[in-house]
Every structure is written in C-alpha cells, then in structure tokens.
Nanobody, 122 residues
Framework: QVQLAESGGGLVQPGGSLRLSCASS????????MAWFRQAPGKEREFVAF????????YYSESVKGRFTISRDNAKNTVYLQMNMMRPEDTAVYYC???????????????WGQGTQVTVSS
C-alpha cells in the first residue's frame, strides 16, 4: 500500500521560510515524478512544482518560481519543498503527489498525501 506523508507545515510570517517534506512508503520512488500541489480555502487545488524521476528536472508554477525549490532524495524516498520569501497568498493546504508521468494536472496523479497546512500571516 502506497503512503505519502507530508510534514513541516505551520505558521510563518511574510517573507519567512518553511521546508515541507513528503516521505513515501510502498512506492517505487525512483520511478515516479513527485509533485506538490496546494489548495487555499474556497479555491481549487493548484499545481506548485514537480521533479521528474528520469532526469531530476524541475518545473514550477509562475506564482512560486524563484521563491520555492523542489528536490528529492531517492535514498530516503522523500521529496522536499523549500519555500522562501513567503507571501500571505501562499497560505493553503499543501499536498504531495506521485505519478509515473510528469504533469501539472492533478487528475493525472495516482497517489496523494493527506496534506499539511501552511499559513503565512503576521
């Protein structure tokens, strides 16, 4: 059974940083693209970033590019999201997801974590 478990969420002030982690089990981690999505209250879930398993290439949404960094550690079966220069509009529940193919479409991802709350507020 595949499980994805996010951690590292919390409250941070505008301009601050957080690092999210997503540990996987039961998944052939090094053959899956890993992604982060987020969902703010009253809004649809949106793509944040992915890192491909095949070549390690990354891709970001325009709203986080230059501020967030996604990375993966295949030895630890873990994907990370380093979030810097955070803004109130980054407030959301953040989810990690896994799929063999890289995509910005959440409907194509096979496996999901339960999410971790991130709140950016002074």
């Amino acid at each position: 059974q595949v499980q994805l478990a996010e951690s590292g969420g919390g409250l941070v002030q505008p301009g601050g940083s957080l690092r999210l982690s997503c540990a996987s089990s039961g998944l052939t981690f090094n053959t899956h693209t890993m992604a982060w999505f987020r969902q703010a209250p009253g809004k649809e879930r949106e793509f944040v970033a992915f890192v491909r398993w095949s070549d390690g290439n990354t891709y970001y949404s325009e709203s986080v590019k230059g501020r967030f960094t996604i990375s993966r550690d295949n030895a630890k079966n873990t994907v990370y999201l380093q979030m810097n220069m955070m803004r109130p509009e980054d407030t959301a529940v953040y989810y990690c997801a896994a799929n063999r193919l890289a995509s910005v479409r959440d409907s194509l991802y096979d496996y999901w974590g339960q999410g971790t709350q991130v709140t950016v507020s002074s």
